[in-house]
Nanobody
Framework: QVQLVESGGGLVQAGGSLRLSCAASGRTFSNYAMGWFRQAPGKEREFVAAITRSGGTTDLADSVKGRFTISRDNAKNTVYLQMNSLKPWDTAIYYC????????????????????WGQGTQVTVSS
């Protein structure tokens, strides 16, 4: 089992930046593909970004491409989400998730595919 703890959320003005971190503990971090999701009030949890076990390949939702970047440091057991040019509609609780992955080149888009979740961190973007 792996435990995930997000940090770095907060209140920021539109156009600003935040970097979210997700620290993992418990098992070999490099065995997990990682993802970031978000959930706004009254909406379903949606995919934001994903990264393979090694960090060599990533993907982003169309709504955040060009503004967000996902990365990971396996030596630090941490995955990051750099968020630039934030918009009010980016306001949500952001969750990181981990999936045991036997394929080094795989990442995943659906919440139901992930095995472990963090508790979430609130991001609020004011206009």
């Amino acid at each position: 089992q792996v435990q995930l703890v997000e940090s770095g959320g907060g209140l920021v003005q539109a156009g600003g930046s935040l970097r979210l971190s997700c620290a993992a503990s418990g098992r070999t971090f490099s065995n997990y593909a990682m993802g970031w999701f978000r959930q706004a009030p009254g909406k379903e949890r949606e995919f934001v970004a994903a990264i393979t076990r090694s960090g060599g390949t990533t993907d982003l939702a169309d709504s955040v491409k060009g503004r967000f970047t996902i990365s990971r440091d396996n030596a630090k057991n941490t995955v990051y989400l750099q968020m630039n040019s934030l918009k009010p509609w980016d306001t949500a609780i952001y969750y990181c998730a981990a999936k045991v992955s036997f394929f080094s080149g795989s990442y995943y888009y659906e919440p139901k595919e992930y095995d472990y979740w963090g508790q979430g961190t609130q991001v609020t973007v004011s206009s």
